[in-house]
């Protein structure tokens, strides 16, 4: 029914910059419906970005103030900017829209 796909994922040092992009297909695009997880070998999954009932964004403690999740509703795009990257921001990162998974693009943070 959904077919979610993310892109945009590199290598990138430390203080740079990406971003992903979450493209969605099969269903209406709803832009609270829509977030961004990350999850790292060996550790589980984690919340990064998502919006609120009302549309606002929600973040986690550590990434706030250095990304920002945005939606092109006309394109049902979700995107994840993400600036002053730091090597800890390495994982997998994947988009949900309703409950539902993509398959993930891979950041990793290395100088």
């Known amino acids: 029914q959904v077919q979610l796909v993310e892109s945009g994922g590199g290598l990138v040092q430390p203080g740079g910059s990406l971003r992903l992009s979450c493209a969605a297909s099969?269903?209406?695009?709803?832009?609270?419906?829509m977030g961004w997880y990350r999850q790292a070998p060996g550790k589980q999954r984690e919340l990064v970005a998502t919006f609120t009932a009302g549309g606002r964004p929600n973040y986690a403690d550590s990434v706030k103030g250095r990304f920002t999740i945005s939606g092109a509703h006309a394109r049902s795009t979700v995107y994840l900017q993400m600036n002053r990257l730091k090597p800890d921001d390495t994982a997998v990162y994947y988009c949900n829209c309703g409950g539902q998974w993509g398959q993930g693009t891979q950041v990793t943070v290395s100088s």
């Open positions: 099969g269903s209406i695009f709803s832009i609270n419906a």
